[in-house]
DNA sequence: TGATTATGTTAAATCGAATGACAAAATCTT
DNA sequence: AAGATTTTGTCATTCGATTTAACATAATCA
């Protein structure tokens, strides 16, 4: 490997000192154009590599910003991931991931990780019983926090996420409209705001319906596509078998519906199923899902902006945003079968 | 936020010097244990937060390690991924993610930017005709690289990857074995070390047996679901239709029973499929896919070995290495129909 | 001509931790 | 008890870039 190439080397071989280097490679207007040039050239021709690490010791920031969610293997985090990895190209901030699998400790870890790194900011999706502290003993040592998709009672940084029981409200009515009344709820927990959240949606728009909640019809469970199809053999085992199911979100939908389809039923026929998310796969299934758009775009794009400016110091207004969710019904739901 | 604590201050606090704080703060035997308890105390106490950045400027090891992608939100990666996050956890380095969409620019920029960060090393997976240069000049620079998945012609880094035109000669033997002639082959591109051995191991395979290669029977296109989901219609629509594909990938694979589905086919009965990968979904789908596994998992966890090694000096001798793939028979293949 | 302003450049002081070279104190030899 | 050895701890420098006050020099003005 050769010699490394620094601010001094090239210095010294045009003559001038390192802080003209310096200010002429930041484009400073205090350096002459022609000097400029001169230093430009010769650091390319150098091969030169500017320490980052140097650099953010003297000025404290470092062009990173931490990413937590809980799984990136998760479809609808990987596609808040890519909008917010488009905001951040753009500004020049490297971004470091990780996942938490909703376990404290790793969370924390990283967080302590991303402080001693000096990272300028990070966006989380926090796991579940993350107390309030740990947010703000964050934002004590420095570390700008926006949340994304989950919520902590009482936080006081910026939260970006739909509208989840409002969202589940629409799913739900959409299947009550149809003539069920006799829908399961599959998947989840209770313990995000998240999960609250969906559950709260759907009960109060059964009794907004007057449909009495049975209880019964709620499966918990893992939120993935193996937890849907996992969950098929009790939800078609029921007693008095519900016409409908509103899942958790797609993987879960697109789950159950494998598993029907395993029992020779056919979604979208015998059974109505919804999704939420709206994932890119939720069209190509078959039948194809009609599910809940729930701006994961949106919600990555805006908690990626709200940080930039923060780092900015452009006081950002936006504090808190629901993303209204929108209804969009494709072929898994349709008029419930005459009998039963 | 509090002022900065630093050695000092709890060098000061203590009344000894900073070098033996830090010292003892790294467990060093040039401390004394009764020193070294009481320092450990002292910053715990005072939330003192170790600055890497300054470390690393020292030590020029930074405990950052790089890994690029084609894409994380494709399963297969993300598998890999996981592998490598389990590995790297293990030994304190964090790590940087992106993605280059095949993009030489986005990767030439991460590359830089790691340079930059003074990364310990990168694993990737190298973006279509990255030159081989490109390698070698960030080897230069003193950052060790590890390559997944893809190859590149005459390469001195290890790589890690599957035996492409193996794995896909076992599914294609399959079909053939079932009573198949007319396969097709569906998605991917020609531009990557992959691309080429696996249509390879068809054409092989096809060869072997005494069947005639028809160009007609390649659809190239995006290695997603949405890809194999559009390529159904021209598979579907060909003069003398296939009874059976091999496809690229499982997303591919499963895109295509989705299509085929839509059209009132149905996969594993008037029509076999085989995936590629054997991700999690595979087993999942209904009817669930016949595919060949592909040691993501391995992949992931010797890359990150192997470059462990190369970082802490132990000289691995794991150079290059193929993963053996294994043919999984599940339910989308079976005996093509009668006529025809 | 001398005073004032504009323009370029630089010396030197950081940022926070690591470490090789030493020094002082404590313990051991003979 | 003098010298050798070990234990424990400190000093001073280094890593590479940023930044600001200070200093030349040239240009403009009265």
Redesign the interface.
């Known amino acids: ?2 010699q490394k190439i620094k601010l001094s080397t090239i210095a010294d071989a045009l003559g001038v000192s390192t802080a003209t280097v310096s200010l002429a490679l930041r484009d400073s207007p205090l350096v002459a154009d022609e000097t400029r040039e001169k230093i430009k050239l010769e650091a390319r021709a150098l ?1 030169y ?6 650099a ?2 003297r000025t404290s920031r ?1 062009g ?1 910003v931490g990413v937590v969610v809980h799984d ?2 998760n ?1 609808f985090y ?2 808040i ?2 909008s917010i ?1 488009m905001e951040l190209d753009r500004s020049r901030q ?4 990780s ?1 938490h699998y909703d376990q404290l400790e790793k969370q924390r870890n990283f967080i ?2 991303l ?4 990272a300028d900011g990070v966006i989380m999706s926090p796991a579940i019983d993350t107390p309030i502290e740990d947010i703000a003993q964050a934002e ?3 570390l700008p926090i926006v949340l994304i998709a989950r919520s902590i009672p009482g936080v006081k940084a910026p939260v970006f996420r739909g509208d989840d029981a409002f969202g589940i409200s629409l799913a739900t009515n959409h299947l009550i409209s149809l003539g069920h009344k006799r829908i399961a709820f599959i998947g989840g927990t209770d313990q995000t705001s998240t999960g609250r959240d969906r559950y709260q949606g759907y009960v109060h728009a059964m009794e907004k319906a007057g449909i009495e909640v049975d209880p019964e019809l709620r499966i918990p469970g893992p939120r993935t ?2 937890g849907g ?1 996992e969950a098929s053999p009790q939800f078609l085992a029921m007693k008095n078998r519900p016409t409908a199911a509103v899942c958790w979100n797609d993987l879960v939908a697109i ?1 159950l519906m ?1 598993g029907i ?2 029992a020779g039923l056919l979604a979208g026929h015998d059974i109505s199923v919804t999704g939420y998310d709206d994932l ?2 939720a069209e ?3 039948p194809s899902l009609t599910t809940v758009w729930n701006g994961q775009r949106e919600v990555g794009r805006k908690a990626a902006r709200a940080l930039l400016d923060r780092l900015s110091g452009t006081p950002s207004q936006m504090r808190q945003e629901l993303i209204v969710p929108e209804l969009r019904i494709r072929q898994s739901t349709t008029r419930p079968m005459k009998q039963v």
Chains 1, 2 share one sequence.
Do not use: C
């Open positions: 490997m050769a091969g590599i500017y320490n980052r690490r140097a953010s010791l470092s990173i990136i293997m479809p990987a596609e991931l890519r990895e490297t971004f470091i991931l996942n302590d990780t402080l001693q790194l000096g004590e040592n420095g596509k193996l199809f789950g494998n389809a395993r890119e796969e190509i299934a078959t």
